[in-house]
């Protein structure tokens, strides 16, 4: 007889055993979407300096809409995601948007007007808005039950790795810029003609190195059985289990879609009062990712730490340290994802950030400046990396019904995109009316908020299939 258990479909009480190398390989595979992500994110900024002056902009609105045009992208890529995944599939549209991630990265690199940037940036927000939905989905849909927590958190480490490359790779390319080099100079010379665009162009690099091998991976097995394909989902599914696993997941996967219109997907098939519930629950917790605040040290890290009394070579070192503490503690969130929970890690997440931030919000008020500050920021930021960062698309990869997974996710992905925008976008003018100090203990008080949240509406979902989870949280 074969059982479903929380720690994996057995047959006749034996666990089965796992092709680890296969499953590995298609999740780190799908995770370099995830690093494409984080290095053209922040890629921008080490080139900033320079196309700035070579594209001669002067005024704010200029240099701001250079460094947010791509959130429009973001945001079309997250939505096309839940319109199309459904459709067409995970494994085609993380090929498309390897493809894109590729010309965009050339596309800027070659760009020689101001409007032809623009242009590529949008349009490579549209492959970052694409494997933000699609990178953690596939992984939770490929992954057996009691391993889809590290193998989705491999998502936000080649995030983190993606933001180090980038940032090395910047550096390394301008570390030969004179000290007190002019504006006239820097837009003369190779690093304001040149070098600016090497940091776009080799983007293109990871890019193509990630098209080969979504080539290479199988496609989802729950997309292939939901899309009338269940013979391909077996053949995938006993490569990675075994002929008794592939056979209960498949009953699995149908006892969900028994009785469902699976073929056609609409938004407001979301809307439906059993599904109303866990899609809240979803772009709440996607929100809150982002309005805990910790972005904000990472996009304005040069402000926060000149507050805190450190000079500009001070601020490039400290950013280089909350850098190697977020790779550090996403690590810790590897090994104990899958062990102590989603629920605990986010509510010591929520709980963590909201002291710290009443203690740096006491710090600023009281003019304590220098190490302690830089202390509690890493904490910030160590807290974060083991918790909110990688465990928030853990579970929305994993709390949304089989039927409408993709649709679903964009809507959750498109929430976590608009609200880093308004988190972005508020920074400056909160620290302007309400200080420093007040700032952060605005930050607190919404993590106080998330910690109720997670608390009384978070279920425990490790250990159970996608098809546990989906009975629980939606029959």
């Known amino acids: 007889m074969i059982t479903a258990t929380g720690g994996g479909i057995t047959d006749s009480g034996v666990k089965p055993v796992y092709n680890l190398g296969y499953v590995w390989l298609a999740s780190i595979v799908a995770a370099m979407g995830g690093l494409l992500f984080g290095w053209d994110w922040v890629v921008i900024g080490g080139a900033k300096p320079f196309f700035q002056r070579y594209f001669e902009l002067t005024s704010a609105a200029q240099i701001g809409w250079a460094n947010s045009c791509a959130l429009i992208g973001c945001l079309v890529g997250a939505l096309a995601a ?8 995970r494994k085609r549209l993380l090929i498309v948007a390897a493809l894109i991630f590729a010309v965009t990265s050339l596309g800027n690199a070659l760009a020689q007007s101001f409007a032809i940037f623009i242009a590529w940036r949008i349009f490579g927000g549209v492959a970052i808005g694409l494997a933000s939905n699609l990178s953690p989905m596939y992984i939770a849909e490929i992954a057996p039950a009691q391993m889809r927590g590290k193998l989705v958190s491999i998502n936000q480490l080649t995030i983190v790795i993606g933001i180090l490359l980038a940032q090395y790779i910047n550096w390394f390319l301008v570390r030969h810029l004179p000290a007190g080099a002019t504006d006239e100079f820097i837009r003369n010379s190779w690093f304001g003609q040149q070098g600016w665009r090497w940091m776009f162009g080799l983007t293109a690099a990871p890019a193509l190195l990630f098209f080969l091998g979504m080539v290479l991976v199988p496609e989802s097995p729950r997309w292939l059985a939901k899309n009338g394909k269940p013979e391909c989902a077996r053949g995938i599914l006993t490569r990675i289990g075994g002929a008794p696993y592939a056979n209960a997941a498949l009953a699995d996967i149908a006892s969900t879609l028994a009785g469902e219109e699976i073929r056609r997907v609409r938004f407001s098939d979301l809307l439906e009062p059993k599904m109303r519930k866990v899609l809240v629950l979803g772009v709440v917790l996607a929100v809150f990712q982002q309005w805990c605040g910790i972005n904000v040290i990472f996009n304005y890290a040069e402000e926060i730490f000149r507050a805190a009394g450190y000079d500009i070579s001070s601020v490039l070192k400290n950013i280089a340290w909350t850098g190697s503490v977020n790779l550090a ?27 710290i931030y009443v203690a740096m919000g006491f710090c600023y008020s009281s003019g304590v400046k220098g190490l302690p500050m830089l202390l509690l920021v890493l904490a910030a930021i160590g807290c974060y990396a083991m918790s909110l960062a990688p465990v928030t698309w853990v579970v929305i990869s994993e709390i949304f019904p089989n039927r409408i997974r993709g649709a679903a996710m964009s809507v959750a992905v498109s929430a976590l995109w608009i609200a880093c925008f308004i988190l972005t976008y508020t920074f400056p003018i909160l620290n302007a009316k309400f200080g420093s100090a007040g700032t952060f203990w605005l930050y607190a008080a919404i993590c106080v908020a998330g910690f109720v949240f997670i608390k009384l509406k978070l279920p425990e979902t490790k250990g159970k299939s996608l098809e546990q989870i989906e009975r629980e949280l939606v029959d």
């Open 329 to 355: 503690f996403t690590f810790v969130a590897l090994g104990v994802v899958d062990r102590g929970g989603r629920r605990p890690l986010m509510l010591v997440g929520a709980a963590g950030l909201a002291v």
């Open 82 to 89: 839940g319109m199309l995944s459904d459709k067409f599939g």
